[in-house]
């Protein structure tokens, strides 16, 4: 056997460039400081070119899903009308997360693999009246599927007044996404994927049009009541202590990005996507995702293979980590992540792996 190796194949955490791990081991900062301010600053300036908008954006530290609860909270208030367009896991999460908070959204699904169609969108706004917002991913990590947001956004705007809240956690930095051209009023995003950071930052890309929800809502929010956070950035600073560490390492990454160009890291994105694709199917595992997107490769294992059974082999015995299937794909699916700063040798590698695991005399 070929030594251990050490490969994140994740969609969440990505490998951290040496880069951002050498921030990450500064001395730390205190935030109270115009040092921290700048590199506040920076984040902010350029988490606002990753997102293509001159929107407000938020920081808080918390995962993906705290900036996901963030939004419900602040744009919302008991009894309005809501709904949640799901693909998989991350749409429930938004289900859940309103219903924890009392709202009763109307969930619009889709067969897991498949992506939100934008007429099954269309039906259910022109069913409901006065709907204050409507919540779906842009790339579904659960299911590997790609949304389009663009036309989703434009059945929203053609329908109703709603604001349109996005979730870009795993999309945001390796799919295209164009927050003002599609005319988006919240994406949420988290520091640990495409973003090529460690886990602990998320963000929110807020409208003019979300703002004046934001003024009336009264759903209960404190910790993430993001007009405390507005309140505060004038003076570059957050209400409470960030996680000033990784907003170090995140401003490494940005640079990163900034220098190969966002646009460049869609295509890289992409190329990785149509090689894992390629090599998934000559392995003969069948593509899930009806609508693959560029972030992650989900494959259906054939029957008789527990998906939880390799996986946990392919960690244990060849260092490298893939995820299985979610919820109700538990053991059925493999989903190889290419976002962020994994590369073509770390896919290369971890596709070896898995061929000589599926291969009938090694197993
Ligand atoms: C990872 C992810 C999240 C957030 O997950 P956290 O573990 O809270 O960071 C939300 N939505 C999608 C689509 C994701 O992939």
């Not at 997102?51 to 705290?66: D, E, F, P």
Request: net charge neutral.
């Amino acid at each position: 056997m070929s030594p251990k190796a050490n490969i994140l194949l994740t969609p969440g955490p990505t490998p951290l460039p040496p880069q951002v791990r050498e921030a990450m081991a500064r001395p730390i900062l205190h935030h109270r400081t115009r040092e921290f301010g700048q590199l506040f600053d920076f984040v902010l300036n350029e988490m606002r070119a990753v997102y293509r908008t001159r929107n407000t954006v938020l920081l808080m530290t918390t995962s993906g899903t705290g900036a996901m609860e963030s939004a419900a909270v602040n744009l919302l208030s008991p009894g309005d009308r809501v709904v949640v367009h799901t693909t998989g896991v991350f749409g429930d999460r938004f289900a859940a997360i309103l219903e924890a908070y009392g709202m009763e959204p109307v969930v619009v699904a889709e067969e897991w693999g498949c992506a939100a169609d934008p007429r099954k969108l269309e039906a259910a706004l022109r069913s409901l009246s006065a709907v204050k917002a409507v919540f779906f991913q842009h790339t579904d990590t659960s299911t590997g599927v790609l949304n389009d947001v663009r036309a989703l956004a434009e059945t929203v705007r053609r329908n109703s007044d709603a604001v349109i809240v996005v979730d870009s956690v795993s999309g945001l930095a390796a799919e295209p996404l164009e927050t003002d051209a599609w005319d988006l009023d919240v994406v949420v995003t988290g520091s640990q994927k495409g973003l090529m950071c460690a886990p602990g930052l998320a963000f929110a890309a807020v409208s003019e049009r979300a703002w004046k929800l934001v003024e009336s809502a009264k759903l209960p929010r404190f910790y993430f009541d993001w007009r405390r956070m507005r309140k505060s950035l004038p003076d570059l600073e957050t209400p409470f202590t960030p996680a000033i560490t990784v907003i170090a390492g995140q401003a490494e990454a940005l640079k990163l990005i900034r220098k190969e160009g966002l646009e460049n890291v869609w295509k890289r994105t992409a190329a990785l996507a149509a090689y894992a694709r390629a090599r998934g199917q000559e392995l003969g595992l069948e593509l899930f995702a009806r609508n693959p997107s560029n972030i992650l490769t989900a494959l259906r294992l054939p029957p008789g293979v527990d998906g939880d059974i390799l996986t946990a082999r392919l960690l244990a015995e060849d260092g490298i980590s893939i995820a299985g299937g979610q919820g109700r794909l538990k053991g059925h699916l493999l989903r190889v992540a290419h976002m962020g700063y994994i590369s073509r040798a770390d896919l290369e590698a971890g596709f070896a792996a898995l061929a000589r695991r599926l291969a009938p005399a090694a197993a």
